[in-house]
């Protein structure tokens, strides 16, 4: 994970704009007031960062119809725009786009906006997958955005976690999430930073059923009853399992 921060000081005729509030979601509102008296808003979709394919991001859609409007007028918009597309979540417009089979395509969302006092702020937040690094990323970002005279902050930045589905806890993780649902078990790689995420061999485990929109990070997210219930059930007998199967100093030392 990579999460950035972009700043410069503009002459793009805005008084205040306003986009996202927290920096790992896809932000759903955005108004923009502008020097003339006119205002501009825009009302999108909310995501989590690590899925923001399935939101409308307002902070790039909101560049967009900026530099639509005069791409001379509102430069800074329109350069920003063309390395954050609206609709595009693979980080190709910073020159970063890059996918492998095991864990996916990058992705690349601005979560936040701001315009205040003639500076135009941003935050981004960045998924990448195994084949990538920080290092790498972060000099292609550079060479991006100073192109364009904005400057780079490194809020946060985390290369991979990765865990062999051979391992002893995974095989016996996925064992038991068959037997309690009677379902086929398989590993997936996510976006998102787990309670895991820095111990190693960890994998996180449980709670999300395939196929449901728990909301997550947006409005009215939820879990149903019956899914938290089973999932207690199925985490008593991950517990059980794992120590059932670790009967000698051996296995205790080389489950993971």
Request: charged content about 15%; glycine content about 12%.
């Given at each position: 994970m990579l999460r950035l921060?972009?700043?410069?000081?503009?002459?793009?005729?805005?008084?205040?704009l306003e986009a996202g509030t927290v920096p790992n979601a896809v932000p759903a509102q955005a108004v923009a007031h502008l020097s003339g008296g006119e205002t501009i808003t825009y009302q999108?979709?909310?995501?989590?960062?690590?899925?923001?394919?399935?939101?409308?991001?307002?902070?790039?859609?909101?560049?967009?119809?900026?530099?639509?409007?005069?791409?001379?007028r509102f430069a800074d918009c329109a350069a920003l725009s063309a390395h954050?597309?609206?609709?595009?979540?693979?980080?190709?417009?910073?020159?970063?786009?890059?996918a492998d089979d095991a864990s996916g395509a990058?992705?690349?969302?601005?979560?936040?906006?701001?315009?205040?006092d003639h500076a135009i702020?941003?935050?981004?937040?960045?998924?990448?997958?195994?084949?990538?690094?920080?290092k790498t990323l972060l000099?292609?970002?550079?060479?991006?955005?100073?192109?364009?005279?904005?400057?780079?902050?490194?809020?946060?930045e985390s290369d991979p976690h990765h865990t062999p589905k051979d391992t002893l806890l995974v095989q016996k993780l996925l064992a038991v999430y068959e037997?309690?649902?009677?379902?086929?078990?398989?590993?997936?790689?996510?976006?998102?930073?787990?309670?895991?995420?820095d111990i190693p061999g960890g994998v996180a485990f449980g709670v999300e059923e395939p196929g449901w929109d728990y909301h997550m990070h947006g409005d009215n997210e939820y879990l149903p009853v019956d899914q938290l219930c089973q999932n207690t059930e199925m985490m008593v007998?991950?517990?059980?399992?794992?120590?059932?199967?670790?009967?000698?100093?051996?296995?205790?030392?080389?489950?993971?």
């Open positions: 921060q972009f700043r410069k000081l503009t002459q793009d005729p805005i008084d205040t999108g979709t909310v995501a989590h960062a690590s899925t923001p394919e399935g939101g409308d991001n307002v902070a790039d859609g909101l560049l967009a119809r900026l530099a639509g409007i005069d791409p001379n954050f597309p609206h609709g595009s979540t693979d980080g190709s417009g910073l020159g970063i786009a890059c990058l992705t690349c969302v601005c979560s936040m906006l701001q315009v205040r702020t941003g935050c981004v937040d960045i998924r990448f997958p195994l084949c990538a690094d920080c000099a292609q970002i550079r060479r991006a955005l100073a192109a364009d005279s904005f400057s780079l902050a490194v809020l946060l037997a309690q649902t009677g379902k086929k078990g398989a590993c997936i790689a996510i976006g998102g930073g787990t309670y895991v995420h007998a991950a517990i059980l399992a794992l120590c059932g199967a670790l009967k000698t100093a051996d296995e205790k030392e080389n489950y993971i």
